[in-house]
């Protein structure tokens, strides 16, 4: 499997890339908690191209995709500047999202993905994403470094999540 994690712009072949997997994991991850017609109303009403294009075209903000065999399987999202309650002040945070559809979920897929999110961020102190207790890519943020600090309530739906912490810059 030909496996590359690289930035993507908010270009109309990029959103289109991001919003299939969008559509993917909000089912699989919401799908065992909410009704399948509340998740259609979701993605049919809250997933808008022109909102993400604009996102994307923040200058604070990245956009990593992950493709295996040229097909998009991934996406982190970082959020320069992104703060939650807990973070101190005088602390540079981050906000990322870690997102894989659960049929590419393998070590080789999590690595590149992590690894390019990871080198993105050097610029930061703190690294953080609001994780859903059920999420299967939470175990892999915490082997890589995340600490749980804070619960929480996460996604569309505000089903029960953790804030992860990473500590890039002790300073």
Partial sequence: MDIISKF???SEEGISDLITIIDSSVYTLHKDFVSEENIKKYIHNEIDPRKMINDLNDLSNQ?????ADQKPVGYSIIKSGSLHPGIPDG??????SFV????FDFP???QSLWKKCRSAVSFT??????MLDHNPLSEFLKESGFVPT?????????????ILE????KG
Avoid at 63 to 67: E, G, K, R
Avoid at 125 to 130: H, T, V
Avoid at 166 to 169: D, K
């Fill in 150 to 162: 804070i619960s929480s309530k996460a996604g569309p739906f505000q089903l029960p999540s953790h």
């Fill in 166 to 169: 990473l500590e890039i810059n």
């Fill in 63 to 67: 956009l990593i995709m992950t493709y």
């Fill in 91 to 96: 602390k540079r945070a981050t906000e990322i």
């Fill in 8 to 10: 993507t712009v908010g």
């Fill in 100 to 103: 894989i559809l659960s049929a």
């Fill in 108 to 110: 080789e897929i999590r």
């Fill in 125 to 130: 102190d703190i690294l953080w994403i609001n």
